[in-house]
């Protein structure tokens, strides 16, 4: 019923000569994907990925977007800048944007807001900390995510959104959740947007999961029900293992 995606965050990684590289590496490697790949690469290589992508069934995003038109921003880069660069999906409040960039909820929602007006494919990240974790505040933390992150926005366009969950404990850090830790937090997760919107709404939307997700763990994730895909990190800077959880997240 709900179509896989497999998205790729690269991260501040890969050069526009080290993104040419990995990418006429990977299309051969995915061209037989049943699932959505996409590539969400650094702003300087959005252009030339959405050139080297073409006809390769592989989409490009972004890692992040403006909530204003454009104007005196600096440092930001405008949905019409992303537009005509070639990038359809971006990534909105990534954990570590929350962490380090002080986004919020708040700016989290307006980025959304944003990025459904020009017609992108939102990837909206949520999850909890280690201490939150333990702290048994999960399901309230990604409710609250959720939520803010959601403010204003319409069923039709909730609808075309994508969430990835990615606990932050996992991030980057070879911890992945257990299959079932995943699979039960996804499945909150859709309760709340079921809360939000309705059945329709919940049962169609992707929920990926993210956090160390790899070639090793990627057949047992992907076999739960309540998960989507992946939002994959370290192992997408590498054509052989990206390519691997790609056609797993394909049978
Ligand atoms: P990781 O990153 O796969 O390296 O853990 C995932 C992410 O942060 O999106």
């Not at 709404?201 to 160390?212: F, T």
Request: hydrophobic share 40%; charged share 25%.
């Amino acid at each position: 019923m709900r179509k896989p995606i497999i998205a790729g965050n690269w991260k501040m990684n890969k050069t526009a000569a080290e993104c040419r590289a990995l990418l006429t590496e990977l299309a051969p490697k995915v061209k037989n994907a049943t699932c959505d790949v996409v590539v969400c690469v650094p702003f300087t290589d959005i252009a030339l990925a959405a050139e080297l992508c073409k006809g390769t069934g592989i989409a490009v995003g972004a890692q992040n977007i403006a909530w204003a038109e454009s104007g005196a921003f600096t440092g930001e880069i405008s949905a019409a800048m992303l537009k005509e660069a070639g990038a359809q999906y971006v990534i909105i409040g990534h954990s570590e944007r929350r962490q380090y960039f002080g986004e919020t909820d708040a700016t989290v929602n307006s980025r959304l807001v944003r990025a459904l007006e020009h017609g992108f494919t939102p990837i909206v990240c949520v999850g909890e900390t280690l201490d939150e974790r333990e702290g048994g505040k999960t399901e309230n933390v990604c409710k609250t995510q959720v939520e803010g992150a959601f403010k204003g926005v319409s069923a039709d366009d909730a609808a075309k959104t994508v969430i990835a969950y990615e606990p932050v404990w996992a991030i980057g850090t070879g911890k992945t959740a257990t299959d079932d830790q995943a699979d039960e937090t996804i499945g909150y997760i859709r309760s709340v947007v079921r809360s939000l919107y309705g059945d329709a709404v919940a049962d169609g939307m992707r929920i990926q999961y993210g956090g160390s997700m790899n070639a090793k763990n990627v057949e047992g994730l992907m076999a739960k029900p309540q998960i989507d895909g992946g939002l994959i990190g370290g192992a997408s800077l590498k054509a052989e293992d990206f390519a691997y959880i790609v056609n797993s997240a394909s049978k």
